[in-house]
């Protein structure tokens, strides 16, 4: 099940929209601010946010320029844009900003599904990538190896767990309760601290100056690549 962010002030549409794509089969959650969707965005993981242009204080344009121009968590997830604005130049100023599509108001309850199911095919073409080169290490994706100078590294249940889930969004940051609930923690961040530290020796990134597994202040990790295939 696909999990989708929706953002809009007006309440009556939020929950209209939401509604809709409950009804086709996505997880959803909704938020009436900007502020609010990035408070949202660093605690879970959605595939797709739907965010209305025209919000008091922070607009939905604001909102993506700061998701796009940041080391927020999901930096790069995929939005659409809702707007009543139509014309060249707004569409312009959207693409500009950060937003992946466009769709005005009002807009056709299939059209708006037909996007984002869009959206998600052209992300998950972008995730089959197989390889991840980080440092001297290699980690295939699909048989779950992990060389270092093309010799096989062993890590803990534990250390291949979090090398896994930093994996599958790599250059892009993971909060640490994110990263607790995808090991299934119940635990203080402070724990995930020290299973990165572990990790870090592993695969040989300087603990002092981390340049592989690096902390993103106020938010978590991310794991650095340097090529994918």
Request: hydrophobic residues 40%; neutral net charge; glycine residues 4%.
């Given at each position: 099940?696909?999990?989708?962010?929706?953002v809009?002030?007006?309440?009556?549409?939020?929950?209209?929209?939401?509604?809709?794509?409950?009804?086709?089969?996505?997880?959803?959650?909704?938020?009436?601010?900007?502020?609010?969707?990035?408070?949202?965005?660093?605690?879970?993981?959605y595939?797709?946010?739907?965010?209305?242009?025209?919000?008091?204080?922070?607009?939905?344009?604001?909102?993506?320029?700061?998701?796009?121009?940041?080391?927020?968590?999901?930096?790069?997830i995929?939005?659409i844009?809702?707007?009543?604005?139509?014309?060249?130049?707004?569409?312009?100023?959207?693409?500009?900003?950060?937003?992946?599509?466009?769709?005005?108001?009002?807009?056709?309850?299939?059209?708006?599904?037909?996007?984002?199911?869009?959206?998600?095919?052209?992300?998950?073409?972008?995730?089959?990538?197989?390889?991840?080169?980080?440092g001297?290490?290699?980690?295939?994706?699909?048989t779950?190896?992990?060389?270092?100078?093309?010799?096989?590294?062993?890590?803990?249940?534990?250390?291949?767990?979090?090398?896994?889930?930093l994996?599958?969004?790599?250059?892009?940051?993971?909060?640490?309760?994110e990263?607790?609930?995808?090991?299934?923690?119940?635990?203080?961040?402070?724990?995930?601290d020290?299973?990165?530290?572990?990790?870090?020796k592993?695969?040989?990134?300087n603990?002092?100056?981390?340049?592989?597994?690096?902390?993103?202040r106020?938010?978590?990790?991310?794991?650095?690549?340097?090529?994918?295939?």
């Open positions: 099940m696909h999990n989708i962010l929706v809009d002030d007006d309440e009556r549409l939020l929950s209209l929209v939401m509604e809709l794509l409950e009804t086709n089969g996505f997880q959803v959650d909704g938020v009436t601010s900007a502020s609010n969707a990035r408070t949202k965005i660093c605690q879970e993981h595939d797709v946010m739907v965010v209305d242009w025209m919000m008091p204080r922070e607009s939905g344009l604001d909102l993506i320029q700061s998701v796009r121009n940041s080391a927020m968590c999901q930096s790069k995929p939005a844009m809702l707007t009543a604005l139509g014309d060249v130049d707004h569409k312009v100023q959207g693409f500009e900003a950060g937003f992946d599509d466009y769709l005005p108001k009002p807009f056709e309850a299939r059209e708006l599904i037909s996007r984002i199911n869009a959206l998600i095919r052209r992300t998950a073409q972008a995730d089959s990538i197989q390889i991840l080169k980080f001297d290490c290699e980690f295939n994706k699909i779950n190896e992990l060389r270092g100078n093309k010799e096989p590294i062993v890590l803990s249940s534990t250390e291949f767990n979090l090398l896994k889930t994996s599958q969004r790599p250059n892009e940051p993971f909060s640490r309760s990263l607790a609930k995808k090991l299934s923690f119940q635990v203080a961040d402070r724990t995930i020290v299973q990165i530290t572990r990790l870090r592993k695969i040989g990134d603990p002092k100056n981390p340049t592989i597994i690096k902390t993103i106020n938010i978590g990790y991310v794991l650095c690549c340097d090529a994918s295939t």
